[in-house]
């Protein structure tokens, strides 16, 4: 819908510009700087021109033929503008106007924004702020204590949070992150550490196994692993003093730990002082309940440099805890195949008031390091993800959180701020 | 696991103990009061030391961790002799002792058969490394012979029976021969002992005699036999049982184990000489200590000094190296007396790229409205290809114990179909989305297996279209700067006209599509859903 600018509706009351002038002239001749005074007269100097209705000869302005007898016709844009004050439009005649800035384009909003005038206004709209009757309306009062309504924003896994904290605590303390197969050997998984082939750890009830054989990694490393198994080899130890046989080494299974991880990494060169570290995920062949799963999310971490004993050991570990909040901490020795001394650490949570139970820690064994020809002393520790989570935020069960029956109620719900406050 | 009373441990044990008493020794120890009901406690126990696997054990080493000094314990030759035959080659090793002036009660009943039971499944890998018999002496013709023989020609009276059966009859009517027959699976004879007067004591793996192996209370000479596969482990396990008899107050006599090529007194409790460089303990540990701090540790946890030899005692069985010697010494130090100290240690930490570039796009969907989950690898056929109807490659598990699952995820989209059917009574629209690993069977890889990172995302509401999610993959791809394709593909899990192949530098990534009905109705959906699935690994 089209409506007269401010300019269309002056021109329609006191006639358009170079009608004036035209009206000017008829009465008497005009030099240009005498017209000059005349209202709107650059306008009406260009329309006049433009229409050929005036001549200008020497700094005098002339009526044209047509110039003279439009005074008797009628000017055809005060006619459309005449007829836009009826309501009545007309694309054509439209251009014109539009270019003289005398017609505007309005939307039904405006004209209904026009009708606001003077009354109470619910919603605050452009039209209000662009046609400026902003001024002129009353904003109807809202109650702005009503809180307001419950949506939900994208938002990472709770466990994912973890993770990131866990990866900063790494960083911070200058380790370098590393990773390893889900798809393991039994060679990878457990000989390469010294974890006897008869070993219940290995059996069924424990691991998964896949059908089928992988392969074995190089002859001289696997030469030296079925040294120290049998005999010790030169690590100083008697071995398990059994005949190591590689059909077992080259079984496929889950990995059960990320220490699988580890002996990679030393197996495949390090040096030394070395710090390296990884989260990822583990199984054991066990049926689930609340708080059990057959896969789970384990991190890990060592260091090898010279000069660390058990003392080193508690240091680290106790460091490592405080970043979680847990300031307290005490340590009982414990038995790890592939670690001597081995202890798990137990930090205090004042926030759950209990001693809590997360990392299990150890000097790795000297016929665990022997076949990579690691002198120096490895210290490492590692615990599980979904139970320090669970400790933060507060699940009763871990299928609440993880695996298909997760409860999207709560991950879009959960406190962002948990593991700040812990 | 341990269980006994602490009024029995008391008795055993030089210093009365409270329940709070004992739980701080046995921490500092390295052990664990797992469970106390009234006076009847539990202790958890490590796997490495099976002569703590009865309260005897136990109690010596708080007598040892109190500072009784350790005692070495002595035969005398009882002059009997066991015989083995060259025919016992599936399981020819074996060690016997005599015990007398036994005077059971109870409790150490109990206890002996709770170590007999523990030491079978562990230190006895379930009988296939070792398994031992106990008898009593009285009614025993000596020599015994340790002789394999084919079943179907023995007969005897297997405990708890009261008729004599054919040897062969036991794998399948007697209950410790239908639980161990697999270890027997490739004999055709079987190991016996058997008495120089033809009795038949005892038929290995499974059982002994009703007339001759029952032990009971009036019990007061015991003619104790392990058998097995390793000859160190026979003599270790012997050992452990009969300090546990001398502890209990009887008198160890020794036999004569007479092999086809050699004799061997049986037991042997001689303590091992050990080899350790107290700088290495040092070492190890962090601490410093004079020779006599050192040995008095060592006494405390049970080991005989004499001068400045160090010697293992002969119920030790998981000494390998000197490290575990040193283990010892910290337990005897006390976990709580060493001062933690920080390795000074600098280093420069790193993230691994594909972290980083994970973390990256994860924040992204996140800041598209979309929540994220964490769905398990382990999943089954039936979701992952029935009710997807498709079919593929993947690896499948055979030996689960969980029996809902049987196969490593090929995809990613069913397991969130999967959270939605959790999750139907929440609020719509359900906009969630996972970043995760896959495997492919893989026959040119070292593991047999290929891992893949997915990314998948799938919108569920009363109306969700082609357009909506198409609009999400478009923004993920546009603000990872990668050009991208669509191309118009069929898809039997998406609608038919609905479904494109998302294609990344000429390669096939990823599916875009409209959920097919059928799909969602094998996953029990009630509303429209669209997603895609997304191969990550060409961002790295």
């Given at each position: 819908?089209?409506?007269?600018?401010?300019?269309g509706?002056?021109?329609?009351?006191?006639?358009?510009?170079?009608?004036?002038?035209?009206?000017?002239?008829?009465?008497?001749?005009?030099?240009?700087?005498?017209?000059?005074?005349?209202?709107?007269?650059?306008?009406?100097?260009?329309?006049?021109?433009?229409n050929?209705?005036?001549?200008?000869?020497?700094g005098?302005?002339?009526?044209?033929?047509?110039?003279?007898?439009?005074?008797?016709?009628?000017?055809?844009?005060?006619?459309?503008?005449k007829?836009?004050?009826?309501g009545?439009?007309?694309?054509?005649?439209m251009?014109?106007?539009?270019?003289?800035?005398?017609?505007?384009?309005?939307?039904?909003?405006?004209i209904?924004?026009?009708?606001?005038?003077?009354?109470?206004?619910?919603?605050?709209?452009?039209?209000?702020?662009?046609?400026?009757?902003?001024?002129?309306?009353?904003?109807?009062?809202?109650?702005?204590?009503?809180?307001?309504?419950?949506?939900?924003?994208?938002?990472?896994?709770?466990?994912?949070?973890?993770?990131?904290?866990?990866?900063e605590?790494?960083?911070?303390?200058?380790?370098?992150?590393?990773?390893?197969?889900?798809?393991?050997?039994?060679?990878?998984?457990?000989?390469?550490?010294?974890?006897?082939q008869?070993?219940?750890?290995?059996?069924?009830?424990?691991?998964?196994?896949?059908?089928?054989?992988?392969?074995?990694?190089?002859?001289?490393?696997?030469k030296?692993?079925?040294?120290?198994?049998?005999?010790g080899?030169?690590?100083?130890?008697k071995?398990?003093?059994?005949?190591?046989?590689?059909?077992?080494?080259?079984?496929l299974?889950?990995?059960?730990?990320?220490?699988?991880?580890?002996y990679?990494?030393?197996?495949?060169?390090?040096?030394?002082?070395?710090?390296?570290?990884?989260?990822?995920?583990?199984?054991?062949?066990?049926?689930?309940?609340?708080?059990?799963?057959?896969?789970?999310?384990?991190?890990?971490?060592?260091?090898a440099?010279?000069?660390?004993?058990?003392r080193?050991?508690?240091g680290?570990?106790?460091?490592?805890?405080?970043?979680?909040?847990?300031?307290?901490?005490?340590?009982?020795?414990?038995?790890?195949?592939?670690?001597?001394?081995?202890?798990?650490?137990?930090g205090?949570?004042?926030k759950i008031?209990?001693?809590?139970?997360?990392?299990?820690?150890?000097?790795f064994?000297?016929e665990?390091?022997?076949?990579?020809?690691?002198?120096?002393?490895?210290?490492?520790?590692?615990?599980?993800?979904?139970?320090?989570?669970?400790?933060?935020?507060?699940?009763?069960?871990?299928?609440e959180?993880?695996?298909?029956?997760?409860?999207?109620?709560?991950?879009?719900?959960?406190?962002?701020?948990?593991?700040?406050?812990? | 696991?341990?269980?006994?009373?602490?009024?029995?441990?008391?008795?055993?044990?030089?210093?009365?103990?409270?329940?709070?008493?004992?739980?701080?020794?046995?921490?500092?120890?390295?052990?664990?009061?797992?469970?106390?009901?009234?006076?009847?406690?539990?202790?958890?126990?490590?796997?490495e030391?099976?002569?703590?696997?009865c309260?005897?054990?136990?109690?010596?080493?708080?007598?040892?961790?109190?500072?009784?000094k350790?005692?070495?314990?002595k035969?005398?030759?009882?002059?009997y002799?066991?015989?083995?035959?060259?025919?016992?080659?599936?399981?020819?090793?074996?060690?016997?002792?005599?015990?007398r002036?036994?005077?059971?009660?109870?409790?150490?009943i109990?206890?002996?058969?709770?170590?007999?039971?523990?030491?079978?499944s562990?230190y006895?890998?379930?009988?296939?490394?070792?398994?031992?018999g106990?008898?009593?002496?009285?009614?025993?013709?000596?020599?015994?012979?340790?002789?394999?023989?084919?079943?179907?020609?023995?007969?005897?009276?297997?405990?708890?029976?009261?008729?004599?059966?054919?040897?062969?009859?036991?794998?399948?009517?007697?209950?410790?021969?239908?639980?161990?027959?697999?270890?027997?699976?490739?004999?055709?004879?079987?190991?016996?002992f058997?008495?120089?007067?033809?009795n038949?004591?005892?038929?290995?793996?499974y059982?002994?005699?009703?007339?001759?192996?029952?032990?009971?209370?009036?019990?007061?000479?015991?003619?104790?036999?392990?058998?097995?596969?390793?000859f160190?482990?026979?003599m270790?396990?012997?050992?452990i049982?009969?300090?546990?008899?001398?502890?209990?107050?009887?008198?160890i006599?020794?036999?004569?184990?007479?092999?086809?090529?050699?004799?061997?007194?049986?037991?042997?409790?001689?303590?091992?000489k050990?080899?350790?460089?107290k700088?290495?303990?040092?070492?190890?540990?962090?601490?410093?200590?004079?020779?006599?701090?050192?040995?008095?540790?060592?006494?405390?946890?049970?080991?005989?000094?004499?001068?400045?030899?160090?010697?293992?005692?002969?119920?030790?069985?998981?000494?390998?190296h000197?490290?575990?010697?040193?283990?010892?010494?910290?337990?005897?130090?006390?976990?709580?007396?060493?001062?933690?100290?920080?390795?000074?240690?600098?280093?420069?930490?790193?993230?691994?790229?594909?972290?980083?570039?994970?973390?990256?796009?994860r924040?992204?969907?996140?800041?598209?409205?979309?929540?994220?989950?964490f769905?398990?690898?382990?999943?089954?056929?039936?979701e992952?290809f029935?009710?997807m109807?498709?079919?593929?490659?993947?690896?499948?598990l055979d030996?689960?114990?969980?029996k809902?699952?049987?196969?490593?995820r090929?995809?990613?989209?069913?397991?969130?179909?999967?959270?939605?059917?959790?999750?139907?009574?929440?609020?719509?629209?359900?906009?969630?989305?996972?970043?995760?690993?896959?495997?492919?069977?893989?026959?040119?890889?070292?593991?047999?297996?290929r891992?893949?990172?997915?990314?998948?995302?799938?919108?569920?509401?009363?109306i969700?279209?082609?357009?909506?999610?198409?609009?999400?993959?478009?923004?993920?791809?546009?603000?990872?700067?990668?050009?991208?394709?669509?191309?118009e593909?069929?898809?039997?899990?998406?609608?038919?006209?609905?479904?494109?192949?998302?294609?990344?530098?000429?390669?096939?990534?990823?599916?875009i599509?409209?959920?097919?009905?059928?799909?969602?109705?094998?996953?029990?959906?009630?509303?429209?859903?669209t997603g895609?699935?997304l191969?990550?690994?060409?961002?790295?």
């Open positions: 819908m089209y409506v007269l600018t401010e300019e509706e002056k021109y329609l009351k006191n006639k358009l510009p170079e009608i004036n002038l035209i009206k000017e002239l008829s009465k008497k001749e005009l030099s240009v700087s005498d017209a000059k005074k005349l209202e709107n007269f650059n306008i009406a100097l260009q329309w006049a021109k433009k050929q209705w005036i001549e200008i000869e020497t005098m302005m002339k009526l044209t033929k047509s110039g003279k007898s439009i005074l008797e016709k009628k000017y055809e844009i005060e006619e459309y503008l007829e836009i004050k009826l009545k439009f007309d694309e054509d005649k251009k014109i106007l539009l270019t003289r800035n005398l017609v505007r384009n309005v939307t039904e909003k405006e209904e924004t026009k009708k606001l005038i003077g009354k109470e206004v619910l919603d605050l709209t452009p039209e209000i702020i662009k046609s400026g009757i902003w001024r002129d309306v009353k904003f109807k009062k809202y109650n702005v204590e009503f809180p307001g309504k419950k949506i939900y924003p994208g938002k990472k896994h709770p466990l994912n949070l973890v993770f990131e904290k866990i990866r605590v790494f960083i911070e303390m200058g380790f370098d992150e590393m990773e390893g197969p889900l798809v393991e050997t039994a060679f990878w998984n457990m000989d390469s550490m010294f974890i006897p008869d070993h219940p750890a290995r059996d069924i009830q424990d691991t998964f196994y896949l059908s089928g054989e992988g392969d074995l990694p190089d002859k001289n490393i696997v030296d692993v079925k040294e120290v198994h049998e005999t080899g030169n690590s100083g130890s071995g398990w003093n059994m005949k190591w046989m590689p059909e077992i080494a080259k079984q299974l889950l990995r059960t730990h990320t220490t699988s991880v580890t990679r990494t030393l197996a495949g060169g390090i040096e030394t002082p070395c710090k390296r570290f990884c989260i990822g995920r583990v199984f054991r062949n066990e049926a689930s309940d609340a708080t059990h799963l057959p896969e789970f999310y384990q991190a890990e971490g060592f260091i440099a010279e000069n660390l004993n058990v080193t050991l508690m680290f570990i106790k460091s490592f805890y405080s970043k979680f909040g847990l300031h307290e901490v005490k340590f009982k020795f414990t038995y790890n195949p592939y670690t001597e001394p081995s202890l798990e650490a137990f205090y949570s004042e008031g209990e001693w809590i139970e997360l990392i299990n820690s150890g000097i064994r000297p665990s390091l022997a076949p990579y020809g690691i002198k120096v002393p490895v210290i490492a520790w590692g615990f599980g993800i979904e139970r320090l989570a669970m400790f933060i935020y507060g699940n009763k069960s871990i299928k959180i993880l695996g298909h029956t997760c409860d999207l109620n709560y991950l879009r719900n959960y406190n962002l701020l948990k593991l700040e406050e812990w | 696991m341990l269980n006994t009373s602490l009024g029995y441990l008391n008795g055993l044990i030089k210093k009365k103990l409270s329940l709070d008493e004992l739980e701080d020794l046995l921490f500092n120890m390295g052990f664990e009061l797992d469970d106390v009901k009234g006076d009847d406690i539990a202790i958890e126990m490590t796997a030391r099976p002569d703590l696997l309260v005897h054990g136990l109690a010596r080493a708080i007598n040892h961790y109190l500072g009784e350790p005692k070495e314990y035969t005398k030759k009882s002059g002799q066991v015989i083995i035959d060259k025919s016992v080659s599936m399981r020819p090793y074996t060690a016997c002792a005599i015990v002036n036994i005077h059971f009660e109870d409790e150490m109990k206890q002996l058969m709770q170590m007999q039971e523990k030491l079978a562990t006895g890998r379930n009988r296939t490394k070792s398994a031992y106990l008898y009593p002496l009285k009614g025993i013709n000596f020599p015994i012979h340790y002789i394999a023989k084919d079943p179907k020609k023995i007969k005897f009276k297997p405990l708890g029976f009261d008729e004599e059966v054919t040897a062969i009859e036991i794998e399948q009517t007697h209950p410790k021969g239908k639980e161990y027959n697999w270890i027997a699976k490739n004999w055709k004879k079987y190991p016996f058997i008495d120089d007067k033809d038949v004591m005892c038929m290995l793996p059982t002994n005699s009703e007339d001759t192996g029952k032990i009971d209370e009036t019990t007061t000479e015991i003619f104790i036999e392990c058998t097995g596969v390793d160190e482990n026979v270790n396990v012997l050992n049982f009969v300090t546990m008899f001398a502890d209990m107050g009887g008198d006599y020794s036999l004569e184990m007479v092999y086809p090529d050699k004799r061997i007194d049986s037991p042997d409790l001689n303590p091992e050990i080899n350790l460089k700088c290495n303990a040092e070492k190890r540990l962090g601490l410093r200590l004079s020779d006599k701090e050192l040995y008095s540790l060592l006494e405390r946890t049970g080991y005989i000094i004499k001068g400045n030899k160090i010697f293992a005692p002969c119920y030790r069985t998981d000494l390998l000197e490290v575990d010697v040193i283990d010892d010494i910290a337990r005897a130090y006390g976990p709580g007396n060493f001062i933690p100290e920080f390795p000074q240690i600098s280093t420069i930490g790193n993230l691994m790229r594909n972290t980083r570039i994970e973390t990256k796009v924040e992204l969907i996140v800041g598209l409205g979309f929540q994220e989950v769905t398990l690898i382990l999943t089954s056929k039936e992952q029935g009710k109807r498709l079919e593929g490659k993947a690896i499948f030996t689960q114990v969980d809902s699952i049987n196969m490593i090929v995809s990613l989209l069913p397991e969130l179909l999967r959270v939605l059917k959790t999750n139907q009574h929440y609020e719509f629209p359900q906009k969630i989305f996972e970043v995760g690993k896959v495997l492919f069977p893989d026959k040119k890889s070292e593991t047999r297996s891992e893949s990172t997915y990314l998948a995302l799938i919108i569920s509401n009363s969700s279209t082609y357009e909506e999610i198409s609009s999400v993959l478009n923004s993920i791809f546009l603000n990872l700067n990668i050009s991208y394709k669509l191309k593909t069929e898809d039997k899990r998406f609608i038919k006209g609905r479904v494109a192949k998302i294609i990344v530098n000429g390669k096939e990534r990823g599916i599509g409209e959920i097919c009905p059928k799909v969602l109705d094998n996953f029990k959906l009630d509303n429209p859903t895609f699935e191969d990550l690994d060409f961002l790295n």
